[in-house]
């Protein structure tokens, strides 16, 4: 099976490289691919090689496509960014925002649909709550319509209840063959919902797999520091690990 991300022996990061001669692959196929480190284990610093944002040594290719080789606007029809604390600087409706990256009208109509904009088409970008802002970043990146997608921490400044709006939605971009790969720092989110789980220390990959085969005790004291238990419903059917408090 060809890959939709493949990663060659790359160096590179700040003054100090995080990553040393690092490699990943992660095959075609929709999934939610969830990046788990601590801070300073490299994960927003990896998309930031993707977009093109750090320069860097080694290869990448992206659907097949050396990123290298790729202008700015030609890598926006292959994937798309939601970045960390992402920002829109000028007074634009949520449509505008949402209109300016997407491949279609059609795109812009349902990418307000899917993250519940509705009503909001007209609103200021600047006038918006903070949940509504990140919703709002998320529709854009969604308009591109590109195969694969990353996600920067997504959904940190939303309530409980966007949080598990916005997850299952990704879920179901990755049922329908998008590929997602998302930053994030809750253990229980990463558990439920992810298809794959990357972990990373010190720009090392720790463990790639099944959220089985990586969120181990003894992973996550490896990485994290942290004795871990296990916690399951009522029912028994859901087992999630959880720190010891």
């Excluded at 930053?183 to 090392?204: F, P, T």
């Amino acid at each position: 099976m060809a890959d939709i991300l493949r990663i060659e022996h790359l160096t590179g990061g700040y003054d100090t490289p995080i990553f040393q001669d690092f490699s990943l692959r992660i095959p075609q196929g929709g999934r939610l691919v969830t990046l788990l480190g601590p801070n300073g284990s490299g994960k927003s610093t990896l998309l930031k090689f993707l977009y093109r944002q750090l320069s860097y040594q080694g290869n990448i290719w992206i659907d097949g496509i050396d990123l290298s080789s790729l202008r700015q606007r030609e890598l926006a029809k292959h994937l798309s960014l939601v970045p960390q604390n992402g920002r829109i600087d000028y007074d634009f409706t949520v449509e505008e925002a949402v209109r300016m990256s997407a491949s279609t009208p059609a795109a812009t109509r349902i990418a307000l649909q899917l993250c519940h904009l509705e009503g909001k088409e007209q609103t200021s970008v600047q006038a918006l709550s903070g949940g509504e802002f990140q919703r709002t970043l998320i529709a854009r990146a969604l308009a591109q319509a590109s195969p694969l997608m990353l996600l920067d921490e997504p959904v940190s400044s939303l309530d409980i209840a966007q949080q598990i709006g916005m997850m299952r939605l990704f879920k179901q971009l990755a049922r329908e063959g998008k590929t997602l790969v998302c930053v994030l720092h809750d253990l229980s989110l990463a558990q439920v919902y992810s298809d794959e789980v990357i972990l990373l220390q010190k720009g090392n990959l720790v463990s790639q797999g099944s959220p089985e085969v990586v969120l181990t005790p003894k992973h996550l004291f490896q990485v994290y520091g942290v004795e871990t238990q296990m916690l399951a419903d009522e029912s028994h059917k859901l087992r999630l690990l959880c720190p010891r408090w």
